[in-house]
């Protein structure tokens, strides 16, 4: 039998519920929502870490931060990590990652706190090459050469960074197709506005040479390639949008109107804020936002949230409409009817939750929920499953799909028997984080450990003696924090005992053991 093909559709910064077929009130995604109609829609699908390398790894590799090792951005995935792709591979199939890719550190910065102060790190070196995302490659308008496989991809086309300034080789063969390229990236010459949100940048790159279009482009050009090959394929597209800068380019700038999207969750509809929510608040009381890095998450005026719903709503249309050049191009192929397409994302964005914008270590459901859609062309019909769902069961699914062996120290578990919409695989989820910097008024970087089950929410921050804990059936938009209420000692109690068993559950099983003791 046939093996089928692998189309996975990856967003960057995107929570769940801003997709139509999420029930966004307001936003159209008519392409997206076409492939959640004829296949799986999971509404409980969550980040295994809400940030962006991390989960990337988990992705790859079906296992949390914790056991493959990237835990922050910054890092690296290691190159004797085992991944998914990796076993397609060996199983025969042709394997191509276009777009973003983000399992290697994007910039040759110097990490919060430098080197560290021991001579000799407690991991020696492998022999990997990690510098291959940096910056540096891809200075020149010549394309740079990759060394494949790349964690499991023999064909590659990177795009690094994010909006009209993105790196890789889309820069490299924007500044080949636009001589004026550096001019019209420059925010000096960004085209008039009136937006006064933060990151908002309106960009003279046109439509056509955007970062969407490009790896757009790359997608279809691929796919042209498939037609009558009977070799199978996996094919891995990422755009770096919705995160911020929100930069959506040409028409898709005014697309929506900001005073269209209602803040739903203002700073005041939360009863009793935790220190990070306040911290931010007064940060912006006092003036001192300003002072905040680009990726640092920061409260933010009603006006500025709804142009910033806007502008990301913007730039999900725009991928949208992508998505769906790129999907009639596999049915242009005549690999459609053999091809399972997948769509989700690597984590989400506060987005106007309790005025905050970006993304930290609070854990709240705007940046562990994310979209995920299996669209599979031997499905009976169409499904929304409730179950929970991790980042770390897209490997096994994926292999499960494709008949092919998993690998030892797979954490997660395959969600081919949720696509009736009854079927479930966790009774709770585990969600990791660990910061590579200090902020949201941390002392140190944070590190957080987050469980979900069928009810609540518990979230435990090293060495704090706060922590947080909602009550999802009486309290979905987790507006009261029930940590230090004298009535849920018990539930409290309960869930950290679950906590601290599907952590250990979580070490890392691998390597086994070669011999008898």
Request: glycine content about 8%.
């Amino acid at each position: 039998m046939r093996r089928p093909n692998f189309l996975v559709i990856v967003t960057d910064q995107h929570r769940a519920d801003h997709l139509g077929c999420y029930g966004h009130p307001v936003l159209r995604t008519p392409h997206i929502d076409a492939l959640a109609a004829r296949g799986t829609r999971f509404e409980r699908f969550h980040a295994a870490s809400p940030v962006c390398m991390p989960n990337r790894a988990s992705l790859l590799t079906g296992r949390y931060p914790s056991a493959h090792g990237l835990r922050v951005n910054g890092g690296a995935l290691s190159v004797r990590a085992t991944t998914f792709v990796e076993q397609l591979r060996r199983a025969g199939y042709r394997t191509a990652s276009l777009g973003k890719s983000h399992v290697q550190p994007m910039t040759d910065r110097p990490a919060e706190g430098g080197a560290p102060p021991q001579a000799i790190d407690a991991w020696k070196d492998d022999g990997g090459d990690y510098m291959q995302e940096q910056p540096r490659h891809f200075a020149g308008t010549d394309r740079h050469p990759f060394h494949t496989p790349y964690y499991g991809y023999d064909e590659v086309d990177m795009v690094t960074f994010h909006g009209d300034h993105a790196g890789g080789h889309y820069l490299q063969w924007l500044r080949r197709h636009l001589p004026e390229a550096d001019r019209l990236r420059d925010r000096a010459n960004q085209l008039p506005h009136d937006y006064v949100c933060p990151q908002a940048y309106r960009t003279a790159i046109p439509e056509a040479y955007y970062p969407t279009s490009y790896i757009r482009d790359r997608a279809v050009d691929f796919l042209r390639t498939t037609r009558g090959q009977a070799q199978p394929f996996f094919a891995f597209v990422s755009f770096p949008d919705p995160h911020h800068p929100f930069t959506p380019p040409g028409r898709y700038w005014g697309l929506y109107d900001p005073a269209d999207f209602p803040v739903r969750l203002p700073f005041e509809a939360h009863r009793n804020p935790p220190p990070p929510i306040r911290w931010c608040r007064e940060r912006f009381l006092d003036g001192s936002r300003a002072r905040q890095g680009p990726h640092d998450s920061f409260f933010a005026t009603e006006r500025e949230i709804r142009e910033a719903m806007a502008l990301s709503a913007g730039m999900i249309t725009m991928i949208d409409d992508a998505v769906g050049d790129i999907v009639r191009a596999l049915q242009e192929s005549g690999q459609a009817e053999n091809t399972v397409i997948v769509f989700t994302s690597d984590h989400g964005d506060y987005l106007g939750d309790f005025n905050l914008v970006l993304k930290g270590a609070l854990a709240s459901r705007g940046i562990t929920r994310v979209p995920f859609i299996w669209c599979d062309p031997r499905q009976a019909a169409p499904a929304v499953s409730p179950a929970l769902a991790s980042t770390i069961d897209i490997a096994p699914s994926v292999l499960a799909r494709a008949g092919v062996e998993p690998y030892g120290g797979i954490q997660g578990r395959s969600l081919l028997g949720c696509l009736d919409g009854e079927g479930r695989v966790w009774d709770e989820l585990l969600v990791e984080y660990q910061d590579s910097r200090t902020r949201q008024g941390f002392q140190r970087p944070a590190c957080v450990r987050s469980l979900l089950t069928e009810r609540h929410r518990l979230s435990v921050y090293q060495d704090e003696s706060w922590g947080e804990l909602y009550d999802h059936h009486e309290d979905p938009d987790e507006t009261h924090n029930l940590w230090d209420a004298p009535d849920q000692g018990d539930t409290q109690s309960r869930l950290m005992q679950q906590l601290l068993r599907k952590m250990l559950s979580a070490v890392d099983p691998s390597p086994p053991a070669r011999y008898a003791a």
